[in-house]
């Protein structure tokens, strides 16, 4: 019988032979349920015939009038037909019919029958067993349905009675593989299709994606309108009136001013501070509420009687008519009462009185004073005038008794006198002790850190290559164990997995959720992640390969180990090392620790023995006190010689932040040479985060060198070779993946990581920098470019500029808005030792950033702050400093950041005889000037055409002399909104080439310390970056200097001025713009 059975199926469908069963063994469901597992959902998809579904009586004689049977196809398909068939009835197909009979097929998305797209409904006439229809549609689920209701009337041929439903096999035909079409499934359906599904003959989109429309969805909305079908109108709330995006409705570009959300839809309500906008996202004011606002939202305005910023500041109370004052600026805005003056009415009358301090005391005071109320004399009149306010001639005044009168007084005056000068001197000397001591310790703790940063720089000298000498794999570093406590092996295992992928779109949105309630979010993702001794790692204990590890806590798990393949049996084949998988699975890595003394050797067969070609170090030799790597190259033309391995220095560029070194490695066993380069990042310390901006920078060079590389695994390296590894090389695999999918999983991956190699990534401060790091890959791509391809660029923007062509959007434009929009964005309290020295700054808005702010030396009587910025060049950390111009009464500060920090070159952006100060402190040829400790001299000067330069030494007790270079702009004038281009290439050619031959560091100056000095410095790296590898990215220069000045570039003339040096010195001084 089942032979029999099995002819039969395979007889009624031959017709299907080129689509796909979709519905075979799929799960199956059925309401009302089967009477017993005889007659189950699921024998419907068994393929056997000889098995079948079936209902309970739906019939008048049963208690259910209504039936369906549900198959799930696992996914959404593009769908051809539905065949059903029945078991051989032995003479009762009549009766079987009429059970069939009308009957209907519905296809759906969802679970239920509800909503289900009809496919076919059976007609009047009895249907033949094993039916056959064409259904072209698409969809996950496909359901029969069935029914004899009471109150209904059925073709007499219909069965009434005694109405059990049965199917026996339902077999849905179609496209197995999702987004095909054609007879044999061999066409891609239109992108922009819904569900990725299509006409399963024409290819047509039964529906389209949002934002998409036409029969094969490949017109977008029409301009103002998104969504699905196209029927929801955009907003008129995007910055730039640009129209919201086709799909998703949003502002890409952002919000225009006063609102914000993603669909800016929602009206800022505070008052953020210096007018800006508020956050795009939340609504919040993210750099702090403005002056007169307060609150989380900065919509509470301040209480009468106070003021400014956070309105911690009280009014005066001396406002005309006891009005509060300007809760914004304090001003008393309809004058002061009678007795005070200036803006904010705190200051009294002085030799003055009434209101606003308008009428001046007599002449006839004594003193000159009078009461600032009603200008009465409160010290009395001169002799010979007399009455309240001294005005009256006194007729009877004798010039001798007035004489032997005022020589009487004179004694208890004089007592009086010398009493008061001496309090105010043991006050002024009490409170000078106290501040030296708090002083002291503010400058031991911060020669301490700066030490520590010093002695973190290993420096190398170079051999000459006709001195070289064999040396061996082996260095002078103490061999020893270390076991930090912050590497912890302690087994820590958590739920689950959590499904936590997220669009790399959204990565902004995401960091801004997981940062509040101080991180929150990090920690809880972080702390869920798997840490600790996980998998066994027997080969690290024993007892002969301790002492290759550089920890006591950190042991390469057994089941991904490095395996050396050595042939002395001493050696155990053993490293430090372990494989790890990228995003995808596949073995892409090896983390390994910083190599010892003993393991060089054994490092270096690794890299030749995996077909290693890149090196990523992330660690410094000697950080602190502490070894962290043993320097396990040898130096430039130099070469280390092992057994069968000889690794020779090619060559290297040193960078502000990183070293690439290009390394020989010869293998004479197999008569083999390879190339192998080393990419050394020294900006990261142990246990620390880097700048996430910096991180991708670096991370940029090293994917685009090694595009081409030929190697099977990238090996990465720090000290332990867990923590800041284990960053980098999430940072690489999630960033590859994230650019091919659209999409990451951040606490996977790391999961992912420590399933190969324990304790990957340390610390929710490393969990963190991989999620900003992310965000800054993915935000702003890659934009070197080679010099033709720069002048290419510019020259076709000065034609659209230039010639009329208006309908091209400005590139630099663009550019500038995306540079504005994610430049890095402080609080108030990064601004802290500005805020408290705001007398110091020329203006109130461009203030030092505390992180990176030039303190100075202790001096007796002086402060230690300077409105001075470290900033890094292109090739060295940093060398540059940002400064304001001195202001009179803090020229010599000025003269003491020059000296704390050895600035052999000052650049004045400008003419210096517009500078009130430099009268005080810059010396003329005859002239040695005298500011407080200081003497400066002038030695000689030179004049160009754009640039004047001026050499001058400043001296000081207990210090050496220090030689210095002053540059000034002559031809600079303050009031120019922009500098000519030539002017400044001048100046930045000038100090490139000062610097070439002279050691210190470089100020650049001008009013507030980031008009001007911002394209100054962009130039001056642009150049360097130019010199140094071919290429310009004007774009990242200036990204990565506004980290430290978020002011620096901040208008489109000079973000145009940085193109237009660059490209007069490509165009003229650059041999390549020539050619």
Not at 552 to 571: C, E, G, N
Not at 1035 to 1059: G, K, M, N
Request: neutral net charge; contains cysteine; hydrophobic residues 30%.
């Amino acid at each position: 019988m089942n032979f029999v059975n099995l002819i039969f199926f395979l007889m009624r469908v031959p017709f299907a032979y080129a689509y796909d069963d979709l519905s075979d063994h799929k799960p199956a469901t059925q309401k009302p349920k089967a009477e017993n597992d005889r007659y189950k959902p699921a024998n419907a998809v068994d393929r056997e015939v000889s098995t079948c579904m079936r209902t309970t009586d739906i019939g008048s004689t049963g208690n259910v009038h209504e039936m369906w049977w549900k198959v799930d196809l696992g996914g959404v398909y593009n769908i051809y037909s539905v065949n059903i068939l029945f078991k051989n009835y032995g003479g009762y197909e009549l009766r079987q019919r009429g059970r069939f009979a009308g009957f209907s097929l519905y296809v759906s998305n969802d679970e239920i029958i509800e909503g289900a797209i009809r496919c076919y409904k059976d007609g009047p006439e009895l249907p033949n067993l094993n039916f056959t229809t064409n259904c072209i549609t698409s969809g996950r689920y496909i359901f029969f349905s069935n029914e004899r209701l009471p109150d209904d009337t059925y073709p007499k041929e219909f069965e009434t009675s005694n109405v059990w439903i049965e199917l026996c096999e339902v077999l849905v035909h179609g496209c197995l593989s999702s987004g095909v079409y054609g007879s044999n499934c061999n066409f891609s359906c239109p992108i922009n299709c819904r569900y990725n599904t299509c006409h399963i003959q024409q290819g047509t989109c039964f529906e389209c994606k949002p934002g998409w429309t036409g029969t094969s969805c490949e017109k977008k909305c029409d301009r103002g309108w998104h969504g699905l079908n196209c029927t929801q109108q955009c907003l008129e709330h995007c910055l730039n009136n640009v129209f919201c995006n086709h799909i998703t409705g949003q502002c890409d570009e952002g919000c225009t001013y006063g609102w914000y959300g993603q669909y800016c839809n929602e009206t800022c309500i505070g008052h953020c501070i210096n007018n800006a906008t508020c956050n795009q996202e939340t609504g919040l004011c993210d750099g702090g509420c403005d002056a007169g606002w307060s609150g989380y939202e900065c919509n509470k305005a301040c209480n009468n009687g106070t003021f400014g910023d956070g309105c911690f500041n009280n009014c005066s109370g001396q406002c005309m008519g006891d009005l509060p004052c300007n809760k914004r600026t304090g001003h008393c805005e309809m004058g002061c009462k009678t007795g005070y003056t200036n803006a904010f009415c705190n200051k009294s009358c002085v030799n003055s009185y009434g209101e606003n301090c308008r009428y001046p005391c007599s002449t006839h005071c004594i003193n000159g004073a009078c009461d600032r109320f009603n200008g009465s004399c409160v010290s009395g009149c001169f002799d010979g005038f007399i009455g309240d306010k001294c005005s009256q001639v006194n007729e009877s005044f004798s010039f001798n008794s007035a004489l032997t009168s005022k020589e009487d007084n004179l004694v208890p005056i004089t007592v009086g006198v010398v009493l008061s000068a001496s309090a105010v001197v043991i006050l002024a000397v009490a409170i000078l002790v106290v501040r030296f001591k708090r002083q002291s310790k503010k400058v031991s703790k911060r020669k301490s850190l700066v030490n520590e940063q010093l002695s973190n720089i290993h420096m190398t000298p170079l051999k000459n290559p006709r001195q070289s000498k064999k040396e061996t794999f082996s260095t002078s570093e103490v061999p020893t164990m270390q076991k930090p406590n912050n590497y912890i092996n302690e087994p820590t295992k958590r739920g689950a997995p959590t499904n936590k992928t997220i669009s790399v779109k959204n990565m902004k949105a995401q960091i801004a959720n997981m940062s509040v309630n101080d991180n929150a979010g990090f920690t809880n993702e972080y702390n869920d992640i798997p840490r600790g001794e996980l998998h066994p790692c027997l080969e690290g204990k024993k007892p002969e390969n301790k002492a290759k590890n550089r920890y006591t806590t950190i042991f390469p798990y057994d089941h991904s180990r490095v395996l050396l393949k050595k042939s002395t049996a001493d050696q155990w084949g053993y490293i430090n090392a372990n494989f790890i998988e990228d995003a995808r699975g596949r073995p892409s890595y090896i983390a390994t620790q910083g190599p010892k003394p003993k393991t060089i050797e054994d490092f270096w067969t690794m890299i030749t023995q995996e077909d290693v070609s890149t090196i990523v170090c992330l660690t410094n030799l000697k950080e602190g006190a502490k070894n962290k790597c043993a320097k396990y190259w040898p130096d430039l033309n130099d070469k280390l010689q092992g057994d069968d391995i000889t690794v020779r220095h090619l060559g290297e560029k040193v960078y502000a932040e990183h070293i690439i070194r290009r390394f020989n490695i010869h293998n004479e066993a197999k008569r083999q040479d390879r190339q192998v380069t080393m990419y050394h990042y020294t900006a990261w310390a142990d246990h620390g985060v880097a700048d996430p901006l910096s991180l991708v920078v670096f991370h940029r060079q090293v994917i685009r060198a090694t595009a081409q590389s030929t190697g099977k695994y990238t090996l990465v390296h720090c000290s332990a070779g867990v923590g800041r590894t284990g960053t980098y090389i999430a940072l690489d695999a999630l960033y590859r993946e994230g650019e091919k999918t659209g999409k990451i999983n951040m606490p996977m991956y790391v999961r992912t990581m420590r399933k190969d190699r324990m304790n990957m990534i340390q610390g929710e401060d490393q969990y963190k920098l991989l999620y900003l790091a992310l965000m800054e890959a993915f935000n702003s791509p890659l934009r070197s470019m080679t010099s033709d391809k720069f002048l290419s660029e510019y020259q076709e923007q000065n034609c659209y500029t230039n010639c009329g062509n208006v309908t091209q959007k400005m590139t630099f434009s663009t550019e500038f808005e995306e540079l504005m929009s994610i430049r890095k964005v402080y609080s108030q309290k990064d601004y802290v030792s500005g805020r408290a020295h705001i007398s110091a700054n020329y203006i109130q808005s461009v203030l030092p950033v505390e992180e990176y702010m030039c303190h100075l030396s202790y001096v007796k009587g002086h402060n230690t702050y300077y409105n001075a910025v470290l900033l890094q060049t292109f090739l060295e950390k940093e060398c540059l400093i940002s400064a304001q111009y001195p202001l009179s009464d803090y020229a010599v500060d000025f003269l003491r950041l020059a000296r704390d920090f050895n600035a052999g070159i000052v650049v004045f952006l400008g003419p210096l005889k517009d500078i009130d100060s430099s009268s005080v402190w810059f010396p003329t040829k005859t002239q040695t000037k005298s500011v407080g400790g200081f003497t400066v001299k002038h030695v000689s000067a030179a004049r160009g055409s754009h640039v004047t330069l001026t050499q001058i030494v400043i001296q000081a007790k207990e210090t050496d002399d220090l030689r210095c270079t002053v540059l000034e702009c002559p031809t600079w004038k303050e009031g120019q909104s922009t500098g000519d281009k030539g002017v400044l290439l001048d100046v930045v050619k000038e100090v490139k080439t000062l610097k070439n031959n002279q050691e210190g560091r470089i100020i650049v100056l001008s009013s507030d310390g980031a008009t001007r000095c911002g394209p100054f410095c962009v130039v001056y790296n642009a150049l360097e970056q130019f010199l140094t590898d071919r290429e310009v990215d004007i774009f990242t220069t200036a990204r990565q200097l506004q980290v430290r000045r978020p002011e620096f570039v901040s208008t489109l003339d000079e973000y145009q001025l940085c193109h237009d040096a660059i490209a007069e010195y490509l165009l003229k001084d650059c041999v390549y713009g020539n050619a």
